[in-house]
Each structure stands twice: as structure tokens, then as C-alpha cells.
């Protein structure tokens, strides 16, 4: 049987760095709230658009499988704030690349895009439609913010990271995978301003307003990441205890915490950067799995399990068979362009811009 191995990952994060304490400059927050609320410190703020940095990120994922982008037959895009809806974002990371043999596409389910992308990648290729894939999750969320809302504004950052899947015989990649949404409660959680909806409203470009009902969303994030768990671990026969890393999606550290407590999951066994990146919705799951394996983290043959959940409200677990390899088979010369400014003076620029400056 089919199955597809993850053989390279690279990582993509914009180098400014927005503090606690310069959102404290424009809103009426603070650290401690901040920190002890969801335990971010900081996040990135981008300089360019989603597809340099998701270039880097592919050629970095590449460079590590050792596979050219002139192979690569699929490229799915997990992503919620796309450059341009048409075209799309895969096939303009395409073009970058000089896939030209592959088909492009992206997947919408907000914070769990990437995980819902590696779902359609892998099928593709356990059904033989394709043999390899470049998956993507990635963000620039600070166009779309609306930095009047401190709700809101202090808890997301931008980023992007890739993995390549290739079809193999062995047991790898994807072992289970449950997927789902609580559509019920998909008005918890609205980006108005994204969107034909508001087409004729004459908004301006990153002009948004944001429904955020965070203790609701919260109460059934806990409910959707810790049910889904349950789910594929018995898919498999298998318990808490067979797992060897946990990379939940990294929304706040309480979220993490409590549903590692509904799993009995230890917290030691649960790899957390949000303190580090806040919210980059599709991209947390797979820095977070670049992060883990540079930090050695991941070790041959180990079963991991990466929760997620988002905008929909959609949820997911997927159970993650590692293959024999946890270094890079190589390295791709590639790098953003230099930022010259803060990301502070970036938000600004961005807050301008939406009152029409
Ligand atoms: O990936 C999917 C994205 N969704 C999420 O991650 C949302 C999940 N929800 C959460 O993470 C949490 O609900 C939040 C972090 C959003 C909020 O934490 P909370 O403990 O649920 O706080 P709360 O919303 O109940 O607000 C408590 C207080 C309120 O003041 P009052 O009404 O008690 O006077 C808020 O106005 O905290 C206030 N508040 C703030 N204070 C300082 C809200 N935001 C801030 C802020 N700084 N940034």
C-alpha cells in the first residue's frame, strides 16, 4: 500500500519582532495580561508578501528532501489570507518555483488549513493521482488585523512553513486523521471586510472588522482538539503513552495546556513556541514541526500528534509516523529581503493605510 512520507520541512519567519510592549504603545494593554492570558511574548510582523515568504519556505523544504522543484506534481497552499484570491496562491508559488509539472491549489479552513492541506495532499498521492507534494502553511495576517482591537491584535503574527510528502511503501506519514467542523458556532469567529460580502461596503484595503468570541471559541477549541485526539489515537489501537511529541496548533498556551490535561498528554511530551510567534493560524502546526525538528525534538521512527482547530469552526488530529531521517539532506541559498524597519513602524504603516493614509 501507498503511503506518503514527510522528507523535508523548511521554515519561513519574518525577522520583526512585535513585543507586548509595543502593542501597549497604541492600545490599552499589557504584558502581564498578555502573558498570563495566552502566554505570547512576541510575534512577527512581515515585510513582503505571503509568497516570498512561502518561497523560502518551499525551497527550504525542498532543499531538505533533495528533490528539484521541476519534480514536484502538487503544491497545496493551506492559507486563509491569500495575496490574491484569483489567482490563487498555490500556482503563484508555482511560478517562483518553476514547478511547471505541478498542480496548484489552496485550502481554506483558517487556523487549520495546513492541516487539512497535508489531509488533500496525502490522499492524492495513497491514491496515486500524484507522487509527491509541496504542503504549505502560511500567513500574513497583519494586513487583514484590525489593530483598534485589542481582543484581537495582540494575538496573531505571520509566517510560513512547508513540508514535501513522497510516495513510499513504508508505513509512514499520515497514520490516522479525523477531521471536522462545528459549523453551529462559525459566528464566533468573522473576519468582516474579508470577503464578496463586503464588496460593495467600499472598504479600504486592510480596513476589518473582527467577530471574536474568545471564550466561546476557546471552550470549544479544548472540546474539538481533545475529542479529535481521542479519535485517531483509537483509530490505531493506541494511547496517550505511545505518543512521542505532541504539535498542537498554537493559538494560547491555556488551550494547549488544558487540552494536554483532557488527553493525558504531559506537558513535557507537548512542543510549545506561541510565546515566541502568537497565532499565526495555518503556519503554527508546521513551524512548530520545523522548530521540533531542529531542536531534535523529533527522532526516527517517533508517532506524533498534531491537533488543531480554527475558523469554521473546523478541528482536527492527525497521528504522524516519522521516517528515518531528521536532518536536512540540504540546504537551500535563499533568503527575505532585508526589512529596514521595526515591526512596530510596519503597523503603523499598516494603521495609516486603513484610515486611508
Ligand atoms: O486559532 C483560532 C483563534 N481563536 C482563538 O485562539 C481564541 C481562543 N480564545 C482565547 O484564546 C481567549 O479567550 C482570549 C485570549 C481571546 C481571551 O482570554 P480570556 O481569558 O477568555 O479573556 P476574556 O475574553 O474573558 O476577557 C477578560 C477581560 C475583559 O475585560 P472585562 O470585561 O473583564 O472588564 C476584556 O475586555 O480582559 C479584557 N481584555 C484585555 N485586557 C487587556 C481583552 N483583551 C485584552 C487585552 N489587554 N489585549
Same mark, same amino acid.
Given at each position: ?8 520541512w *523548511? ?11 509595543d502593542?501597549?504603545?497604541f ?11 495566552? *502566554? ?6 512581515s ?29 497545496? !497552499? ?19 518555483? *518553476? ?13 487549520t488549513?495546513?492541516?487539512? =492541506?497535508?489531509?488533500? #495532499? ?5 491514491? +496515486? ?7 504549505? +502553511? ?17 494575538? !496573531? ?15 509512514? +506519514?499520515?497514520?490516522?486523521e ?23 461596503f ?15 471559541? !476557546?471552550?470549544? #477549541? ?26 498542537p ?15 493525558g ?12 510567534? +502568537? ?12 522548530? #521540533? ?22 478541528w482536527? #488530529?492527525?497521528?504522524?509516523?516519522w ?8 540546504? =537551500? ?25
Amino acid at each position: 500500500m501507498t503511503h506518503a512520507a514527510v522528507t523535508g520541512w *523548511g521554515k519561513c519567519l519574518p525577522p520583526s519582532v512585535l513585543t507586548n510592549a509595543d502593542l501597549a504603545t497604541f492600545l490599552e494593554t499589557d504584558d502581564e495580561w498578555i502573558v498570563s492570558r495566552t *502566554g505570547i511574548r512576541e510575534r512577527r510582523i512581515s515585510h513582503v508578501r505571503l509568497e516570498d515568504l512561502a518561497y523560502v519556505a518551499a525551497r527550504r523544504a525542498l532543499a531538505a528532501a533533495g528533490l528539484d522543484p521541476e519534480a514536484v506534481e502538487l503544491i497545496v !497552499f493551506g492559507t486563509c489570507s491569500f495575496d490574491d484570491q484569483v489567482p490563487n496562491q498555490a500556482s503563484g508559488l508555482q511560478l517562483r518555483l *518553476g514547478a511547471k509539472r505541478a498542480a496548484s491549489l489552496d485550502v481554506n479552513t483558517a487556523c487549520t488549513s495546513f492541516l487539512y =492541506a497535508l489531509s488533500t #495532499a496525502n490522499a492524492l498521492i495513497r491514491t +496515486g493521482v500524484v507522487r509527491n507534494a509541496v504542503v504549505l +502553511g502560511g500567513e500574513v495576517i497583519s494586513t487583514f488585523m484590525d489593530w483598534s482591537n485589542r481582543g484581537v491584535a495582540v494575538l !496573531f503574527g505571520d509566517g510560513c512553513a512547508a513540508v514535501v510528502l513522497e510516495a513510499t511503501d513504508r508505513e509512514e +506519514g499520515v497514520l490516522a486523521e479525523k477531521l471536522g467542523c462545528d459549523a453551529e458556532a462559525r459566528s464566533t469567529l468573522v473576519i468582516q471586510g474579508m470577503g464578496g460580502r463586503y464588496a460593495d461596503f467600499q472598504r479600504r484595503y486592510g480596513l476589518t472588522d473582527w467577530v471574536f468570541e474568545g471564550p466561546e471559541i !476557546f471552550k470549544r #477549541a479544548v472540546m474539538g482538539m481533545s475529542g479529535a485526539c481521542a479519535e485517531v489515537l483509537a483509530a490505531r489501537g493506541l494511547t496517550a503513552a505511545d505518543i512521542d511529541l505532541v504539535i498542537p496548533h498554537q493559538a494560547n498556551l491555556r488551550i494547549i495546556e488544558a487540552v494536554a490535561k483532557r488527553s493525558g498528554l504531559p506537558m513535557e511530551q507537548v512542543f510549545v513556541n506561541v510565546h515566541r510567534y +502568537g497565532n499565526m493560524s495555518a503556519a503554527t502546526v508546521p513551524v512548530a514541526l520545523v522548530e #521540533a525538528l531542529e531542536a531534535g525534538r523529533v527522532t526516527p521512527h517517533s508517532t506524533l500528534l498534531l491537533p488543531a482547530f480554527g475558523a469554521g469552526l473546523t478541528w482536527c #488530529a492527525h497521528l504522524l509516523r516519522w521516517g528515518d531521517r531528521v536532518t536536512p539532506k540540504g540546504e =537551500a541559498d535563499v533568503e527575505l529581503p532585508a526589512c529596514d524597519r521595526t515591526a512596530l513602524q510596519l503597523v503603523q504603516a499598516l494603521i495609516a493605510k486603513s484610515r486611508g493614509g
